[in-house]
């Protein structure tokens, strides 16, 4: 029987030379090791998805809602979210926070830094259908809403609807 490559592992592999554990961790994070859940200057611990944990009057408290309120000088807002500038969740630094007052405009910014990033126009949107970004001009974006797509993608995919249900 063969066992996982990760050192100390001893349960049977599963798919690449890993465990079940293992390679869902790989999955998820690109790595087989789990992240460090060890105390980080004594301030909490290090949570699964990447955020800092710590308990006060037994309640678990993230770290950077912690930083954003002192900083705000008060509660956060209902539906506030609390936004990391580099987007490393363990980076508290009051200077790389961003108080969003709602989890839409928290999607916005990561939609607008993704199309940066990617093609070098903030404002441009995705294609829903072919994934190319493209001005507003270029695209027929459905009302209401910050989602795009050419008008060419679009009637390939009615095609392909229509030849599946024939």
């Known amino acids: 029987m063969r066992l996982c490559s990760v050192e ?50 037994n309640k678990r408290i993230y770290e950077h809602v912690e930083v954003a309120q002192r900083a705000l000088g008060r509660q956060l807002p209902r539906g506030a979210v609390v936004h990391h500038w580099n987007e490393n969740k363990s980076d508290n630094r009051p200077e790389n926070l961003l108080i969003c007052p709602n989890s839409s405009y928290h999607k916005l910014i990561h939609q607008r830094t993704d199309a940066y990033e990617a093609c070098g126009h903030a404002g441009w949107l995705k294609c829903k259908y072919c994934g190319q970004y493209e001005s507003r001009g270029g695209l027929y974006i459905w009302p209401n809403t910050n989602v795009g797509a050419h008008r060419t993608c679009i009637n390939e995919y009615k095609r392909h609807q229509r030849q599946q249900e024939a």
């Open 8 to 57: 100390g592992c001893n349960k049977p592999f599963h798919a690449k030379l890993l465990c079940k554990s293992h390679h869902g961790i790989m999955r998820k994070r690109g790595t087989p090791t789990p992240p460090p859940r060890r105390k980080q200057n004594g301030s909490g611990c290090l949570t699964s998805d990447g955020y800092v944990k710590f308990q006060r009057d």
